[in-house]
């Protein structure tokens, strides 16, 4: 791997674990547990647009391990994990059919991860009724993925850069 490329992996990476801990730190309390900003999204946005899917993968994953190795506990990294990969899996097909807009992607990242996270949730209870709380999710995520959508896009518009191929 080139130098530059494994810089700017680094720098993605320890950008989306601040974006993480910023995030911990801003209670958004709408009497409605689990919802998120989503801002390391930010950071796995302008990977999947300038590094393609494959830096993309590298790093929301090695976010979510290493937060939740640093901050987190192994149950939170399962819900993390399955979030993180389901999102990917959608982002990166929506991508790669040139037809999504950054915000339409994020948007279906956002909501994915929901369904992610509830899977696992349905998994760790053993029940299906936790799936009643996935419609709400889905409004978050919608209105996640609009706000990191928009702030991925304005990220990409101005950080340019000059680096070969996007190693997909």
Excluded at 3 to 23: D, K, Q
Excluded at 84 to 106: D, N, R, Y
Excluded at 130 to 154: E, K, N, T, W
């Amino acid at each position: 791997m080139k130098t530059r490329r494994l810089s700017l992996y680094g720098a993605l990476i320890a950008t989306a674990m601040i974006l993480s801990y910023v995030e911990s730190l801003v209670p958004l309390n709408f009497g409605i547990w689990g919802i998120k900003m989503g801002l390391p999204n930010i950071a796995v946005v302008f990977a999947l647009y300038r590094l393609g899917v494959r830096g993309a993968c590298v790093v929301s994953l090695v976010r979510v391990f290493l937060v939740s190795l640093l901050f987190g506990n192994v149950l939170g990294f399962f819900f993390s994990i399955a979030g993180a990969v389901l999102s990917l899996a959608v982002m990166s097909l929506l991508f790669k059919t040139g037809k999504f807009s950054t915000t339409g992607v994020s948007i279906a990242g956002a909501v994915f991860h929901n369904v992610g996270q509830i899977a696992v949730a349905a998994a760790v209870l053993n029940t299906g009724i936790i799936a009643f709380y996935l419609p709400v999710l889905c409004v978050s995520g919608v209105a996640a993925g609009v706000f990191i959508g928009i702030a991925g896009s304005l990220v990409l518009k101005r950080v340019r850069m000059n680096l070969p191929g996007k190693g997909d």
